[in-house]
C-alpha cells in the first residue's frame, strides 16, 4: 500500500519567516495530495491540495508543489504569523495501484508540529 | 447536514465493556472514512467506506474492532471488550468521491478507557 513520509516532524519559525514541509510517497499511481491543518483540540482541516496533472499551486501565503518524478511534494508558508502555529499533515491518495477499495483512501504523513513565534 | 457530526463527543469506559460510536456524514457524500488518532499522534486508517462496495478494513487494529454503515450514511464503529490502549481520539470523514476530493472531518469522539 501507499506510504507517506513526512519531515520536519517539529518546525520552529520566527514570524514573519518562511515555513517549508515536505514528504514523499511510495504509489506512483498516487494522484491527488492535500494538506491539512490541525488547531490544538480540534479537527484537522484542508488548507490546500494538488492533482497530479500540475506541479504548484497557491493560495495566498501558501503554496504546494509537486515532483512526480521524484515522488514528493511540499508545502511552503510565506510570511508566517503566530496564528499559522498547528499541526500540519500531508496525504496521498491511494492510485489505481492501491486496488479495489483502497483507492482514494488518503495515507497521512506522520504530521510536523509547526510553532510561529511572535 | 453541514458537516460531518460524530457522536458522543467524550466516551469514558471501563475495560472490558463495548462501545459504540456514531458518525453521520455530510448529505450526498459517498464515502466515509474512520482514523484513529492517539494523543500527539498522527491519523491511523481504521476503515472506509465505499458507495455500496465491500468495505476496507485493512486499517482494524484488531477483530474487536467492527464498523458498519446503513443505507449508504450513517457509520458505526464498535469497540468489543475494550482496551486502555485503544484509548484515543476517532475521527471520521466523508467525501464527495473516493479520489480526487478532500475529505471533510468530523470533530471526533475522545474515548478514554479506564
Known amino acids: 500500500g501507499e506510504n507517506v513520509e513526512q519531515h520536519p516532524s517539529t518546525l520552529s519559525v520566527q514570524e514573519g519567516d518562511s515555513a517549508v514541509i515536505k514528504c514523499t510517497y511510495s504509489?506512483?499511481?498516487?494522484?491527488?495530495f492535500p494538506w491539512y491543518k490541525q488547531e490544538l483540540g480540534k479537527r484537522p482541516q484542508l488548507i490546500i491540495d494538488?492533482?497530479?496533472?500540475?506541479g504548484e499551486k497557491k493560495d495566498q501565503r501558501i503554496a504546494v508543489t509537486l515532483n512526480k518524478t521524484a515522488k514528493h511534494f511540499s508545502l511552503h508558508i510565506t510570511e508566517t504569523q503566530p496564528e499559522d502555529s498547528a499541526v500540519y499533515f500531508c496525504?496521498?491518495?491511494?492510485?489505481?495501484?492501491?486496488?479495489?477499495?483502497?483507492?482514494?483512501?488518503?495515507?497521512f504523513g506522520q504530521g510536523t508540529i509547526l510553532t510561529v513565534h511572535p | 447536514g453541514a458537516g460531518v457530526s460524530q457522536s458522543p463527543s467524550n466516551k469514558v469506559t471501563e475495560k472490558g465493556k463495548d462501545v459504540e460510536l456514531r458518525c453521520d456524514p455530510i448529505?450526498?457524500?459517498?464515502?466515509l472514512y474512520w482514523y484513529r488518532q492517539s494523543l500527539g499522534q498522527g491519523l491511523e486508517f481504521l476503515i472506509y467506506?465505499?458507495?455500496?462496495?465491500?468495505?476496507?478494513k485493512s486499517g482494524l487494529p484488531s477483530d474487536r474492532f467492527s464498523a458498519e454503515r446503513t443505507g449508504g450514511s450513517v457509520s458505526t464503529l464498535t469497540i468489543q471488550r475494550t482496551q486502555q490502549e485503544d484509548s484515543a481520539v476517532y475521527l471520521c470523514?466523508?467525501?464527495?468521491?473516493?479520489?480526487?476530493?478532500?475529505?471533510?472531518f468530523g470533530s471526533g469522539t475522545r474515548l478514554t478507557v479506564v
Open positions: 494538488i492533482r497530479s496533472n500540475v
Open positions: 467506506f465505499q458507495g455500496n462496495s465491500a468495505p476496507d
Open positions: 448529505s450526498g457524500h459517498t464515502a
Open positions: 470523514a466523508s467525501s464527495f468521491a473516493p479520489v480526487g476530493y478532500g475529505y471533510t
Open positions: 496525504a496521498a491518495s491511494g492510485g489505481a495501484n492501491a486496488g479495489g477499495t483502497s483507492y482514494g483512501k488518503l495515507t
Open positions: 504509489d506512483s499511481a498516487s494522484n491527488y
